[in-house]
């Protein structure tokens, strides 16, 4: 087995087939960073990341949250919303990274984000071997290497994020969970109409008081603001998918304004709507806007 040392000059980069892209999970770049100058500070990237720390101390900074990752140590992160992570400048951090993203774990990566659950943090020390192995297999240019390459992240991701997989499988057996998943279906069928809390509880035949316990308790936020989440989740479609504009889109998910909308929209995703539709379109002088 190659040692940590073997891989201290490797980086990889390439561009996944289409293949890939639509039935794989994939990973289009990872490698070895040791840098006291290491910052990266990005308002949306279209990847996920898995870092662990070799030696040093690497900070992490996501919505709001400030986190100090040291030996042995690793976190996952959703990239699409506004990141930052870097070495520490007197304890130079030596990190392992990939990128992965893919429709078999989009579902769960956005499920952990509505429960509050990303970024994660995990022992990354039973992981350390197989990262090794993950890199010597691109090194090495295997034949299949995207089905090899999958399956070794995908693997690879479920293992960092088995602690709250085991929690969610837990809690799905819950007592509420079952009015949660309706009311979720509710939420997600009427998106385009004003909902209220109240409307929520009525529908649910609850005190709505109670409503945002369960919601809490199996997503860990309150009914509103996963109706904000899902409202933008549906708006980010809609600057993908159609000429509408920001003002028309505010409307159509009943945003009291564009301004409330374009407020929201910047505060989960970290860009506001029209530089997120300007990205999409390969222009990057939105983001320095």
């Not at 030696?55 to 140590?73: D, M």
């Not at 078999?104 to 499920?111: A, N």
């Not at 945003?255 to 506001?272: C, E, V, Y």
Request: net charge neutral; charged share 20%; aromatic share 12%.
């Amino acid at each position: 087995m190659l040692k940590n040392q073997d891989f201290f000059q490797f980086t990889h980069f390439y561009i996944p087939t289409a293949f890939a892209e639509e039935h794989l999970v994939v990973s289009d770049g990872m490698g070895f960073v040791s840098s006291p100058s290491f910052y990266i500070n990005r308002e949306s990237f279209r990847n996920n990341l898995v870092v662990v720390v070799l030696e040093g101390v690497l900070h992490v900074v996501q919505y709001n949250q400030h986190y100090r990752l040291g030996q042995g140590q690793g976190i996952v992160l959703k990239l699409t919303d506004a990141h930052q992570y870097y070495s520490d400048s007197k304890e130079v951090a030596k990190v392992f990274w990939f990128h992965f993203r893919g429709k078999p774990l989009e579902r769960l990566m956005l499920q952990l984000g509505e429960q509050g659950q990303l970024p994660y943090c995990f022992n990354s020390v039973p992981l350390e071997p197989d990262i090794r192995a993950l890199f010597a297999q691109v090194r090495e240019h295997e034949e299949a290497l995207e089905l090899q390459i999958s399956a070794r992240v995908y693997a690879l991701v479920l293992r960092a994020l088995e602690s709250p997989l085991m929690e969610t499988a837990r809690e799905m057996g819950g007592p509420g969970h079952a009015l949660v998943s309706r009311t979720r279906t509710y939420i997600d069928d009427h998106l385009c109409e004003e909902i209220t809390l109240e409307r929520l509880s009525a529908q649910a035949q609850i005190n709505k008081y109670y409503l945002c316990r369960l919601f809490r308790t199996y997503l860990g936020m309150a009914p509103m603001h996963y109706v904000l989440r899902r409202k933008i989740l549906l708006s980010q479609k809609m600057l993908e998918n159609s000429d509408l504009t920001v003002s028309a889109i505010a409307s159509t998910l009943h945003f009291s304004d564009q301004s409330h909308f374009s407020k929201t929209f910047k505060q989960l995703i970290g860009l506001s709507p029209s530089q997120y539709r300007e990205m999409l379109l390969g222009h990057g002088d939105a983001l320095r806007e």
